[in-house]
């Protein structure tokens, strides 16, 4: 016995929103969509723990090249600051890591130099030097010294270090809004603030003088 077009059409059309439904309640387990993960770190995260590790391992060399025949008192500054910087470079490399970034900056403080651009409303950064560095010159200087020159000079390079360390610190400071970077850069601030005071103390009383900035 033939069945009736209309029966054939409505059973067609049931099965048809049958399938629909069941098509679209099956999609989220055959076609998942894709959500991307909020990043570990941003841009300007990256770049300041990639610079500032690169600044910090510089002062570790400026301690490995001071005189070890230079006074106690010295001595242990030089050792307590390469403890404090080995531990927030071994910080920073592991934010790095888990970022899947490199240690190493393609664009050496492009996350400073970018912001301070879009602040002057151009589209270009100049080129700025990482703030504090010593040059290859001063580090030979400093490993051929000796005595109360060798003392002066690791203070002057150190405090001057540190001070571009800051500035780094509280540019990262200013345009982060929260996160464990920002608290460590409040931190560099406040630890780095207090070693130079020291030193300048220290300096002073050896007779030195403050390098330029």
């Known amino acids: 016995m033939s069945v009736p ?5 409505a059973a067609f059309a049931s099965l048809a929103l049958f399938l629909l ?7 989220p387990l055959a076609l998942p969509e894709k959500h991307s993960a909020a990043p570990v770190l941003d841009a300007i995260e990256i770049g300041f723990a990639q610079d500032m590790t690169a600044h910090h391992q510089q002062a570790l060399l400026m301690t490995q090249r001071l005189d070890p025949a230079a006074s106690p008192t010295v001595r242990r500054v030089a050792e307590q600051l390469a403890d404090a910087q080995r531990v927030e470079i071994g910080t920073m490399l592991g934010w790095l890591r888990l970022a899947d970034a490199s240690p190493l900056s393609p664009r050496p403080m ?4 970018d912001t301070l651009a879009s602040h002057r409303h151009s589209a270009h950064a100049p080129d700025t030097p990482m703030p504090g560095m010593a040059t290859t010159a001063e580090l030979d200087a400093l490993a051929a010294s000796r005595g109360r020159d060798a003392e002066i000079l690791f203070l002057q390079l150190v405090i001057r270090h540190h001070q571009g360390g800051i500035a780094m610190a509280q540019a990262a ?3 982060l809004t929260e996160g464990p970077v920002k608290e460590a850069a409040r931190a560099m601030i406040q630890s780095q603030g207090q070693e130079v005071g ?9 007779g030195g003088a403050l ?3």
């Not at 077009?5 to 059409?9: D, E, L, W």
């Not at 439904?21 to 999609?27: D, F, K, P, V």
């Not at 020291?198 to 050896?206: A, G, K, P, R």
């Open 21 to 27: 439904a069941l098509g679209a309640a099956l999609r």
């Open 198 to 206: 020291v030193m300048s103390l220290l300096l002073t009383q050896l």
């Open 211 to 213: 390098l330029p900035r």
């Open 173 to 175: 400071d200013r345009q």
């Open 110 to 113: 492009a996350w400073m130099t």
């Open 5 to 9: 077009r209309g029966v054939r059409i």
